[in-house]
């Protein structure tokens, strides 16, 4: 079967100021990286309100409607920017992937790949941070678990920052089993161990600056894979934040491109185990964009091996 790209040109019209590390050619890079790849490619609906609002307020989604500029630029936070076209771009990255979902679930593609900006797990429940407005991941997991009658569904984070927007936004579900790798220390400070989710389901890796990706094997294989099969998910939906690479200005982790395909690889494995291989990915972050477009394009490569 095949794997799907669910993408918008909306992505392009979320802009932030010069030399921001999040910024369109970000999304312009990837999807150039991934131009000649056989995938099926969708356009990324908008996501509906009620969809949003299973982890956001409506007061929140109003507060960030207000502040949207008719031009220019508006700060929300220190590195949180609304453009004319951000909420847009933002609705599609939550409507990719209730798509994505709806579609692996009832088996048109084997699994999928929501290529998006800007990113969301950091985004809390009544706040915009990270570069994220709203929490893209979170919302999937919640559709599936509660407009498609699933019993348990698993969001495995592997960005290089702590997607503190996911756990806060799961941290009550026990439907859902959340696991997070990410260095530590460093921005947003969440994330660490004794950090285990109200009934025992959010699982934080901190992983040490300077360490590669031997290291985040090994955690892998210890700590994460066994979780996931005690856990059994019906659905897994990846945070894929390509930031831990070696030359991403942002963090200090020192991962190559082949360890983002053998962690993609292993987690599909995984998933052909205990879900039948229903995968579905979003774009987190990813801020060199050679880096980016290689270990995203490794990635996508192994999600469509995967579905063969």
């Not at 771009?89 to 088996?107: E, F, H, Q, S, T």
């Not at 395909?261 to 052909?272: F, P």
Request: proline share 6%; charged share 20%.
């Amino acid at each position: 079967m095949v794997t799907a790209l669910l993408t918008h040109d909306a992505a392009l019209h979320h802009v932030t100021p010069e030399g921001h590390p999040e910024r369109v050619a970000r999304i312009e890079h990837l999807l150039h990286a991934l131009a000649a790849f056989p995938l099926m490619r969708v356009p990324a609906p908008l996501a509906e309100d009620s969809d949003i609002e299973r982890c956001h307020p409506p007061s929140y989604i109003g507060s960030l409607e207000s502040h949207l500029p008719s031009r220019g630029l508006h700060q929300v936070d220190g590195d949180t920017w609304l453009s004319p076209g951000s909420l847009d771009a933002a609705r599609r990255a939550a409507g990719g992937i209730v798509k994505a979902i709806d579609m692996v679930l009832d088996g048109e593609v084997a699994n999928a790949f929501v290529a998006m900006r800007p990113p969301g797990h950091h985004a809390e429940r009544t706040t915009a941070m990270g570069f994220c407005l709203f929490g893209t991941a979170a919302i999937g997991a919640k559709y599936a678990l509660e407009s498609r009658g699933l019993s348990r569904v698993a969001v495995v984070d592997f960005d290089v920052h702590h997607g503190n927007g996911t756990q806060d936004l799961l941290w009550h579900e026990r439907r859902a089993l959340t696991i997070t790798s990410h260095q530590s220390p460093l921005w947003p400070g969440t994330g660490a161990s004794h950090e285990t989710g109200a009934h025992d389901n959010v699982l934080n890796l901190p992983l040490p600056p300077g360490s590669d990706g031997s290291r985040m094997r090994e955690v892998y294989e210890d700590r994460v894979f066994p979780r996931l099969r005690d856990f059994a998910p019906e659905l897994i939906i990846l945070s894929a934040g390509f930031d831990a690479h070696a030359d991403d200005p942002l963090a200090n982790l020192n991962w190559q491109t082949e360890d983002f395909r053998w962690l993609t690889e292993r987690l599909c494995e995984l998933a052909s185990e205990v879900c039948g291989g229903r995968v579905v990915s979003t774009l987190e972050g990813g801020y060199d964009l050679q880096a980016l477009s290689e270990a995203g394009a490794a990635h996508v490569r192994a999600l469509m091996e995967a579905g063969e």
